[in-house]
């Protein structure tokens, strides 16, 4: 039997192809189970021909995880217009955030489940990523802060802390609207939208939530500091 021939293209289409199929393969199996030849198979090209562009199953899986970070941190970007009040500009980012997750599926389980839970390098991989848009949420958060001009000084530590929270939040409803039949990105962007904007509203208009008093008095005993405004 003569050696399966594949029809010659640009090797920067070829490499896309490549790609597409792996993250198929790593979305549906996993990083462990996942196999070169399927992915081989899935690709229409030959296994020497996938080791030849990507030398191995981990950079392989690396060029998959960065192809997939950098197409969401573009999608998020392109969905954001500039200028626009703070809380249109994280609407218009959650709704550009959840359609793209929504049409990627695999892509994003390659990102959020695959490379967190499989160690060095890929997590690092997922951290740059993430670390981009927890930048852009805090600048949001900032940005509302000093347009309420009720608490234009929110301390920075909270500042950041009110943007992982959130940005962690998106993450967990993207997995749970991925898995939910019926849930569009619509949906997903209002959910959060209502979850977090309304509570940052109120922070914003000086009327955060207040800890019960007797832990505020646990919290002085112990020399812990309750945020009591």
């Keep these: 039997m003569g050696a399966v021939k594949t029809k010659r293209m640009p090797r920067a289409v070829r490499e896309q192809q490549m790609l597409d199929a792996a993250v198929r393969i790593f979305g549906r199996r996993g990083y462990t189970a996942a ?3 399927e992915i081989a198979e899935l690709a229409g090209v030959s296994k020497p021909l996938v080791y030849l562009y990507l030398h191995s199953k981990e950079d392989l899986f690396t060029a998959c995880i960065r192809r997939e970070a950098t197409a ?3 999608a998020v970007r392109a969905g954001i217009s500039p200028g626009t009040p703070a809380d249109r ?3 218009d980012g959650l709704r550009a955030f959840f359609t793209h997750t929504a049409g990627h599926p695999e892509g994003w389980v390659v990102l959020h ?3 967190r839970t499989h160690g060095e390098p890929f997590a690092a991989e997922f951290a740059v990523m993430r670390a981009e848009i927890v930048a852009f949420v805090t600048r949001l958060i900032a940005a509302a802060a000093r347009d309420a001009r009720r608490d234009p000084d929110l301390p920075e530590g909270e500042v ?3 943007a992982e929270a959130l940005v962690g939040a998106a993450e967990s ?3 749970w609207a991925n898995a939910t039949p019926g849930i569009t990105a619509g949906q997903a962007a209002a959910t959060m939208m209502n ?3 309304a ?3 109120n922070l914003m208009d000086g009327r955060p939530w207040p800890p019960p008093v007797a832990e505020c008095a646990r919290g002085a005993q112990s020399g812990e500091t309750v945020p009591v405004r």
Excluded: H, N, P, V
């Design 160 to 162: 950041a802390g009110l």
């Design 199 to 201: 509570g940052l509203g």
């Design 173 to 175: 409803l993207a997995d």
């Design 72 to 74: 969401l941190t573009e």
């Design 113 to 115: 489940l695959q490379a």
């Design 35 to 37: 196999s070169m030849d």
């Design 89 to 91: 500009q994280l609407w």
């Design 195 to 197: 979850f977090a904007w």
